[in-house]
């Protein structure tokens, strides 16, 4: 079956610097990727997707990078804002039918003054 | 506007008890699906539901019902409440593209705690 995993349960970073949380999965067959961002209190939120054919994937200062061969996902969020501050989910999509997404099981991101 | 708006926020009951949380997304979606997440945050599917029919159940005891009265509607009946029950339940909702795929849009969740 399907597993997603985090290197890392918690992060801690100062803010301005950059950070990169990682993620494995297991599922050879998923075809798209997306990392999701859930402040305290609140829903899962969007950040960025992926899907297989691509390895990198920038928005508004996170980058997504994909390596298919090691089947390991990662985000990288550059100058770190307090505002980032939150648990940051993998998760991916075997593709195909109404089947929800495959989550990992969270990195808790903290931002140091 | 929110997107999949769910309510109650927050919903405190006895074991025993019957409680719905209800759930609307006007995001024109046609797939909609039931999260719970448990005190170490992990995220697992229990429902999802594509134009009014139950696509996937997870192993998931059968006093949870979904209940589906149009593609915009997707409310959880959870009968006879357990300790174990205690958990935040999102609501979310997906319109699969020919080029984008299935990304998931989240309602702000609902707090059960049984007591």
């Known amino acids: 079956g399907e597993s997603v995993g985090l290197h890392l349960p918690t992060l801690s970073v100062q803010e301005g610097d950059n950070s990169i949380i990682n993620c494995a999965y297991s599922?050879?067959?998923?075809?798209?990727f997306i990392w999701y961002k859930q402040e305290s209190g609140k829903g899962p939120q969007f950040i960025i997707d992926?899907?297989?054919?691509?390895d990198k994937r920038q928005g508004q200062r996170v980058t997504v990078l994909l390596n298919k061969t090691v089947k390991h996902l990662s985000l990288q969020i550059a100058a770190t804002q307090p505002g980032d501050s939150a648990v940051y989910f993998c998760?991916?999509?075997?593709?195909?039918?109404?089947?929800?997404?495959?989550f990992g099981k969270g990195t808790h991101l903290i931002i140091q003054p | 506007d929110t997107a999949v708006s769910q309510t109650p926020k927050y919903l405190v009951t006895q074991m025993g008890n019957d409680k719905s949380i209800k759930c609307e997304q006007n995001?024109?979606?046609?797939?909609m699906y039931w999260y719970k997440q448990d005190s170490k945050k992990f995220l697992k599917i229990m429902f999802s539901?594509?134009?009014?029919?139950?696509?996937i159940n997870e192993t998931v005891p059968n006093r949870f019902s979904p209940k589906s009265p149009d593609k915009a509607h997707l409310n959880l009946h959870i009968n006879s409440l357990e300790l174990g029950d205690s958990a935040v339940y999102f609501c979310?909702?997906?319109?699969?593209?020919?080029?984008?795929?299935?990304?998931?849009?989240f309602g702000e969740g609902s707090w059960l705690t049984v007591v």
């Open positions: 539901y594509n134009n009014k029919e139950l696509i």
């Open positions: 995001l024109g979606h046609d797939t």
């Open positions: 599922n050879s067959a998923s075809d798209y």
């Open positions: 992926i899907r297989s054919n691509m």
């Open positions: 998760a991916l999509d075997g593709g195909g039918g109404a089947d929800g997404l495959t």
């Open positions: 979310a909702s997906s319109q699969r593209g020919p080029v984008s795929g299935n990304t998931i849009y």
